[in-house]
């Protein structure tokens, strides 16, 4: 049909009316998804819909659609018992008081579940130690029962962390949106800090810094972090993170001021590559001892290539690059020891590749100077030292097998990393104390404030608040500002994100003994990695301390057991070897 003038009528369109101001300002259609529309998130920007925990015109929040939960028929069951019963499914997680939220959402109490689930299958083996947060969910959850802000940077982190076993990106918008909730819930605590609300202010703190993809932000939340636990420092006795905050208390960090670029001289450059060397060389140890763990073997390739990625790289100028170049190391120490120890209980080579991992975070803390204790070292020490223990142990028995031997052979690496760790956090922890002595610290809990709001306002979450949607770490250099890559073996194009390695073999879900249709495919679109990948053929011992009548302790080079054999299955799988982009 003719429009006016003779000429071709114009097609009717519909207009976005509520749409973002990044797609308005690009001048292309936003669909409103909330708490991020598809367009930011498919080029990375921040939406500001995320300044807001309602959606444009809503009254209320709304979910992502189709959140990739990882719901089974077993664990609908249980939680709509626990909604309808108001009774705790964990009690032998020891939570006091007992949460009680009659008011959350089915789907919120499914991400509750998730990390409850964790945490309590590691405990029954008595791994909990050897990961990073296990051991906190508890005490996380009795804050988060009388504080909304806890509980909403709680739901965050179970989410993050199934947006990375699933890849969901309706699932990370879901840890979006708890996020900025739970954000905003502390920027109005922080004001009325007390002794009655400490704890649930640096529950909160700990859980979002854990979460931040961005280096302000980050910073933000641990310098908070540093103010809160110097105020708990004289009633630590009574707080539920007491044995934290006696190890952080003296913990050098940066600060706020640490954003200038600056040269790296020709002798750190040197240093740099020897520890890099040094690495390597103890990861390259590890192979021949890793034929028959096929999982252990595919991530040390992993790690090796990213080992082979800092090497070719610039080094970090600036605080923001050492956290660039660090995030996916950091990923790492937070997901992958969960797939590990689901995938193998009692076994001495996968706590010997755990050992070398968290090791590498001591050895390279030299090579970024502001940031790498407070980021990634100092999170590492504590599973770390509990490893060399229960090796130890075992060693000392009687009936220790060959592989037991092998292992605490293997294990030199570790020990020297540790040691010589502890004598540098030693050292600047007296110079620290020192400094303590004669000055005060001026970053008080009203500037603090005023930085979380300007964070929440300008910074934000940049684009996801799970480790599986950073950035890519690194910026590689060209040859010419390295002298010795001719010595280095040659790369093979790797993944920067530390996702789960390829594998040929058949994977499978992590299946309770107790739920056929926990595996279904239509739970989830994950697929497993290699540590699920063993035959499982026979149950193996959990960890448990010596005694002169344990016959095989740890049950270690038996045959490997799917992650299961408890009535609240966990709801979890491990991670796909695709990548998120």
């Given at each position: 049909m003719a429009g006016a003038g003779g000429g071709p009528s114009r097609r009717s369109h519909t207009k976005s009316r509520k749409g973002c101001k990044t797609c308005k300002r690009r001048h292309i259609r936003c669909d409103e998804t909330f708490p991020q529309c598809r367009n930011c998130t498919k080029h990375q920007v921040r939406c500001d819909y995320m300044d807001s925990p309602t959606a444009p015109g809503d009254e209320s929040p709304r979910y992502p659609p189709q959140a990739n939960l990882l719901w089974t028929p077993e664990i609908e069951r249980t939680i709509d018992s626990w909604r309808a019963t108001g009774e705790f499914p964990f009690p032998e997680l020891n939570v006091f008081p007992q949460p009680h939220w009659p008011s959350v959402s089915k789907t919120d109490l499914r991400l509750i579940y998730h990390v409850c689930s964790i945490s309590s299958e590691l405990q029954r083996n008595r791994t909990s130690k050897l990961t990073i947060w296990t051991d906190y969910i508890p005490r996380f959850l009795s804050c988060a029962a009388s504080q909304p802000f806890v509980l909403h940077a709680l739901l965050s982190f179970a989410a993050a962390h199934l947006a990375w076993v699933t890849q969901s990106p309706e699932t990370r918008n879901l840890a979006f949106q708890h996020n900025m909730i739970a954000m905003k819930g502390l920027h109005e605590a922080t004001p009325l800090f007390s002794k009655a609300n400490s704890d649930s202010i640096l529950a909160a703190s700990l859980l979002l810094s854990w979460q931040s993809t961005e280096w302000r932000n980050w910073l933000s939340l641990v310098t908070g972090i540093r103010t809160f636990v110097a105020s708990m420092y004289q009633w630590r006795e009574e707080s539920l993170f007491a044995d934290f905050i006696a190890d952080f208390h003296f913990t050098p960090f940066p600060t706020l001021a640490s954003i200038s670029t600056y040269q790296?001289?020709?002798?750190?450059?040197?240093?740099?590559?020897?520890?890099?060397?040094?690495?390597?060389?103890?990861?390259?140890?590890?192979?021949?001892?890793?034929?028959?763990?096929?999982?252990?073997?595919?991530?040390?390739?992993?790690?090796?290539?990213?080992?082979?990625?800092?090497?070719?790289?610039?080094?970090?100028?600036?605080?923001?690059?050492?956290?660039?170049?660090?995030?996916?190391?950091?990923?790492?120490?937070?997901?992958?020891?969960?797939?590990?120890?689901?995938?193998?209980?009692?076994?001495?080579?996968?706590?010997?590749?755990?050992?070398?991992?968290?090791?590498?975070?001591?050895?390279?803390?030299?090579?970024?100077?502001?940031?790498?204790?407070?980021?990634?070292?100092?999170?590492?020490?504590?599973?770390?030292?509990?490893?060399?223990?229960?090796?130890?142990?075992?060693?000392?028995?009687?009936?220790?097998?060959?592989?037991?031997?092998?292992?605490?052979?293997?294990?030199?690496?570790?020990?020297?990393?540790?040691?010589?760790?502890?004598?540098?956090?030693?050292?600047?922890?007296?110079?620290?104390?020192?400094?303590?002595?004669?000055?005060s610290d001026p970053y008080g809990l009203d500037t603090l404030s005023l930085d979380l709001g300007n964070q929440i306002a300008e910074f934000g979450y940049s684009q996801s608040l799970s480790p599986a949607f950073a950035p890519s770490p690194l910026h590689l250099s060209s040859p010419t500002m390295i002298s010795d890559l001719s010595s280095m073996p040659p790369m093979t194009p790797r993944s920067p994100w530390l996702e789960v390695p390829p594998s040929g073999i058949e994977p499978h879900l992590f299946t309770p003994a107790s739920s056929s249709v926990y595996a279904s495919p239509t739970t989830s679109s994950a697929i497993s990695s290699p540590a699920s990948s063993m035959p499982s053929t026979a149950a193996a011992t959990p960890y448990s301390l010596p005694s002169a009548h344990d016959d095989g302790l740890f049950n270690f080079g038996s045959p490997p057991t799917t992650f299961g054999g408890y009535p609240h299955p966990t709801g979890f799988v491990a991670p796909p070897p695709t990548v998120w982009t």
């Open positions: 790296v001289t020709p002798e750190a450059r040197d240093q740099r590559m020897r520890i890099l060397q040094h690495v390597q060389q103890a990861l390259q140890r590890l192979q021949p001892y890793l034929s028959e763990n096929e999982a252990e073997k595919k991530w040390v390739e992993q790690f090796q290539g990213y080992i082979d990625q800092l090497r070719a790289s610039n080094p970090a100028q600036s605080v923001e690059e050492q956290f660039s170049q660090l995030y996916a190391l950091r990923k790492w120490m937070f997901w992958v020891p969960i797939t590990l120890l689901s995938a193998r209980k009692g076994d001495v080579f996968m706590l010997l590749v755990l050992a070398h991992f968290y090791a590498v975070a001591l050895a390279v803390e030299p090579n970024f100077p502001d940031i790498g204790a407070a980021f990634t070292a100092n999170l590492a020490v504590s599973p770390l030292e509990e490893i060399i223990r229960i090796i130890d142990a075992v060693s000392a028995t009687p009936t220790f097998s060959q592989n037991t031997q092998t292992a605490s052979a293997m294990m030199d690496f570790p020990r020297d990393t540790l040691s010589t760790f502890r004598t540098r956090v030693d050292w600047s922890r007296r110079q620290s104390q020192e400094i303590a002595a004669i000055q």
